[in-house]
């Protein structure tokens, strides 16, 4: 490690790499600097002052340009006569630096006062109370009076919308710009700028429609003071009534990993999820969350939940007891022939609801492997398993001389942190993109090859040999994120094969920060796909007994004498099913997510299961028994045992593993919450990577879309689904 | 439209800088003298010349207080009162100038033809009062002279 820099802190000697902050060295040994406006994942712009120290390098001798000794033989530090901003000065050999001297101290509660003299001090009804950097810091170095003339106090808005989903306290604003340079730097959405200056200068938005960003309610996390607040969770709770749970988002293929915050409504008595946080895990989101992930988790309190299991009688139907259900279904079972039964489970289910819901089908019940739905994205499932992302892929890691393509997939709107990421990656560590595409997307901004195709034709194009492609050849790494717009499932699977072909001819085939990343509607249907190893052959017109767990979509059903349904809500299907079985929701309880980009994480439950609803998996269970299967698997825990010994992606994983954690940087969390705001640091699991497997079969070619495939609509973020239609905050941005 | 009635200035500014960004602040004194103002449409209007969301202009036309984001009366008065003119009588001066045309520093006569504002430093402290009427600087001023001032700008 030839380039660490030494330096002593407060007398303590440390080593850190060449070019970081001061204020980041002193992170290292756990020595906190305050700061307000830098923050670890933005630009420092040294604006707030906080962070003042003094700072000292070797004395040079001007004759001889020596480092000076003193008569014990230790270095002469030449102290700088002003104090420094330790979040904008880069460490350099033997430097020294004090972070708790007296004029240190005295500069510290200075700034202070001078932020709290328009502050208006609404602690006690100011949503970041107990969780606010300025009251926390004010507390550790502020003064203890204040001096400022109460009349000299400035009065300014204190509800203002920035947009639909974002408020600005103006009297709590102390501009740090750390908002600004988030929707600048990171999400290349600039819509926040300061306005005015001096005592006058406030952020505000002249865009329209404003402040309406999908990265919006990061800016709330970062901000170091109660300004900003979301729609969502403004006047909903005060942090310290809040507990919290580690989950996993389900809504797209990124894997997010998320801490509910929860809290008890004492007039129902049930415990309800407040607001959704970024739990930090620097290989997934860092330490982001889109909107979408943010603010739609309203449905797990709609109040139109399944809460007991139904059954049809007399044309209509009736609440009945699990037992009667459950014995319904195993009876019907029984009197069937297994190939007249079909399976179809959606890809929001857990991975290990998958696993026994597979082996009900085939093992117990003895039908054809169930089909996953969405069917275009399990068309070619197997394909992205087998040349997806090495074991130590990580978008960070990628920069100059690797080669990002992205091929029918609009990152921004189908994974929104992938495209903070990606972007990163091109813009700031110098990653070529390229972007092949039938319409224009927000990545076309970054990208150094952009390519055309007819839409629905991204398969004909890859099979083109399009010399866009050939920079594949030079890359150091590649990574190719692709999505299904507008494919049928046989002309995805001819895309991902040939894109899968493509890196394999370029040498990238086994390299860890090289391959398919698919842009998967949800965030687990890698591992539904994975664990039931669907059907892709047509779907039966009929059968005498259909299950459809999870399943979103009609078209994805099977005309069937007696359909079983489970479901969180009475969807159409489930409307017309002879027995409907009431699912439990994510945030009731525990299981694993595979993610796009092939990482197994785990969830928890944040509160108890609505109503009677059950886990998929102890349903699925529940039959099997009833029909002579002698499974009694306890949980989760041991369906993953038993998937991680059945299934070569998944060998040597254990659900206790994907709990494991080790250290991250930037330090950040609760412990750091006025250095990197109020982010969940990650004690409940980062996941682990499951393995690529190789797929078998000769590659297809692509076919002329037909008219149903062109029809479909593009993907967009909000697009309203069965779920995030129950986030009221959310209903203007349906589309 | 700017675009339009502008045209060629706009690509004299446009042909001076590097990137479409840099031209910013050239093309909103061309707005400013197009429309009196920097107006909520000048503003989005020289945002998509440049290629910048509106709320990057926005941003610059409230930093630089020789934009005006509302409308001006013909002329615009900017007395400067900071330390140096104070100690030379400028708050007095200034008191005159209100009563004189009858408003309050920051407002506009009711007929429009005066805005009366407060400046920062002008850079003429040894000649204070002064001030600016449209960018022209009057020195030395007293009540008499000022009056004079108003007398001949106001026809």
Redo the contacts between chains.
């Keep these: 490690m030839a380039d660490l820099i030494n330096l002593t802190i407060d007398g303590v000697a440390l080593a850190v790499p060449k070019g970081m902050l001061i204020v980041d060295a002193a992170k290292t040994i756990e020595k906190d600097i305050p700061v307000f406006c830098y923050h670890p994942k933005l630009k420092p712009v040294g604006l707030c002052r906080m962070c003042l120290v003094e700072v000292g390098t070797p004395k040079i001798d001007p004759a001889t340009k020596q480092i000076v000794k003193d008569e014990a033989g230790a270095t002469v530090i030449a102290w700088q006569p002003k104090l420094t901003t330790a979040c904008t000065t880069p460490v350099s050999e033997g430097m020294s630096v004090r972070t708790q001297s007296k004029p240190v101290i005295d500069a510290r509660e200075d700034v202070l006062e001078f932020l709290l003299t328009s502050h208006p001090l609404d602690c006690p009804v100011c949503d970041k109370g107990g969780e606010c950097p300025l009251q926390n810091l004010t507390l550790a170095h502020g003064p203890a009076v204040s001096r400022y003339d109460y009349a000299d106090k400035q009065h300014n808005d204190k509800h203002a919308p920035l947009g639909d989903l974002m408020f600005i306290d103006r009297e709590r604003c102390i501009q740090c710009a750390r908002c600004i340079r988030f929707q600048d730097d990171i999400a290349d959405d ?8 001096g005592r006058a200068e406030e952020v ?5 429609p404003g402040f309406d960003s999908y990265f919006g309610g990061n800016t709330s996390d970062i901000c170091p003071v109660g300004a900003l607040t979301t729609a969502d969770f403004r006047f909903k709770g005060r942090p310290w009534e809040l507990k919290t749970a580690a989950s996993v988002c389900g809504h797209c293929a990124v894997g997010c990993n998320t801490a509910l915050n929860t809290r008890l409504n004492t007039r129902t008595g049930v415990r309800e999820i407040k607001r959704v946080m970024p739990r930090q895990n620097e290989q997934v989101n860092e330490i982001w969350l889109c909107d979408k992930g943010r603010y739609g988790h309203h449905f797990t309190h709609a109040a139109n939940r399944l809460t007991h299991p139904l059954i049809r009688k007399d044309g209509a139907l009736q609440e009945a007891t699990w037992e009667s259900a459950l014995q319904l279904i195993s009876d019907k079972l029984k009197t069937v022939p297994g190939q007249k039964v079909v399976g179809v489970i959606g890809d929001r289910l857990a991975t290990e609801d998958a696993w026994l819901f597979g082996r009900l089908m085939t093992d117990v019940i003895g039908a054809a492997p169930a089909f996953v739905s969405p069917r275009t994205a399990s068309a070619y499932a197997d394909v992205a398993r087998a040349a997806g992302l090495g074991a130590d892929a990580d978008f960070k890691a990628l920069g100059k001389g690797d080669v990002i393509v992205v091929v029918n997939g609009d990152v921004e709107e189908q994974a929104p942190v992938w495209f903070l990421r990606l972007r990163q990656a091109v813009v700031d560590r110098g990653a070529k993109l390229i972007v092949a595409h039938h319409r224009s997307t927000k990545m076309h901004r970054y990208a150094a090859g952009i390519a055309r195709f007819a839409p629905g034709a991204a398969a004909q194009w890859v099979a083109g040999q399009p010399a866009e492609l050939a920079a594949l050849k030079d890359a150091r790494n590649a990574v190719i994120v692709f999505g299904d717009e507008k494919l049928s499932g046989h002309n995805a699977r001819a895309l991902a094969q040939s894109l899968a072909h493509a890196l394999a001819e370029a040498g990238h085939a086994d390299k860890p920060n090289s391959g398919l990343v698919p842009l998967y509607p949800h965030g687990n249907t890698q591992g539904v796909c994975d664990a039931v190893d669907p059907s892709r052959g047509a779907m039966p017109e009929s059968a005498d007994v259909a299950w459809l767990a999870g399943v979103g979509d009609p078209a994805d059903a099977p005309r069937a004498g007696f359909t079983i349904v489970s479901e969180l809500f009475l969807t159409p299907l489930a409307a017309a099913a002879d027995v409907v079985l009431p699912a439990a929701a994510p945030a009731e309880r525990e299981g694993s997510y595979t993610s796009g980009d092939l990482r197994a994480q785990r969830f928890w439950p944040a509160h108890p299961a609505h109503g009677e609803s059950r886990p998929d998996w102890w349903a699925f269970q529940e039959v099997a028994r009833r029909m002579g299967k002698d499974w009694s698997f306890g949980g989760p825990e041991a369906i993953f045992a038993a998937l991680a010994a059945a299934h070569p992606a998944y060998n040597g994983l254990s659900y206790a593993g994907l709990a494991a954690v080790k250290p991250q940087w930037p330090m950040v969390g609760r412990a750091e919450v006025n250095f990197g705001g109020t982010v969940y640091d990650n004690t409940a699991g980062l996941g682990a990577r499951t393995a690529r497997v190789p797929v078998g079969g000769a590659a297809e070619a692509p076919v002329e879309p037909t008219l149903a495939d062109l029809t479909r609509p593009e993907p967009a973020l909000y697009r309203a689904g069965d779920l995030i239609r129950h986030s009221a905050v959310l209903a203007g941005r349906l589309v | 439209m700017l675009r339009t009635n502008r045209a060629a200035d706009i690509e004299k500014v446009f042909a001076k800088y590097p990137t479409k960004r840099s031209a910013v602040m050239p093309l909103l004194y061309l707005a400013q003298a197009e429309y009196g103002y920097c107006s ?1 449409e000048a ?1 989005r209007e020289v945002a998509e010349l440049c290629e ?8 610059v036309t ?2 630089y207080t020789m934009f005006n984001e509302s409308p001006t009366g013909k002329v615009i008065l900017d007395v400067c009162d900071d330390l140096p003119c104070a100690l030379r009588g400028a708050d007095a001066f200034m008191a005159h100038c209100e009563s004189r045309l009858g408003i309050k520093a920051g407002e506009t006569t009711a007929d429009g033809k005066f805005t009366l504002r407060s400046a920062m430093c002008l850079a003429a402290c040894n000649r204070a009062p002064l001030l600016q009427a449209n960018g022209d600087y009057h020195y030395d001023l007293t009540p008499e002279s000022f009056d004079k001032l108003i007398d001949e700008l106001g026809k």
Excluded: A, M, Y
């Excluded at chain 1, 505000?204 to 329209?208: A, E, G, L, Q």
């Excluded at chain 2, 910048?52 to 941003?59: A, G, I, R, Y």
């Design positions: 600039h819509v926040l700028q300061f306005h005015n200056r505000i938005t002249f865009s329209t | 909520p503003i910048l969301d509106p709320t990057e202009v926005k941003s409230g930093f």
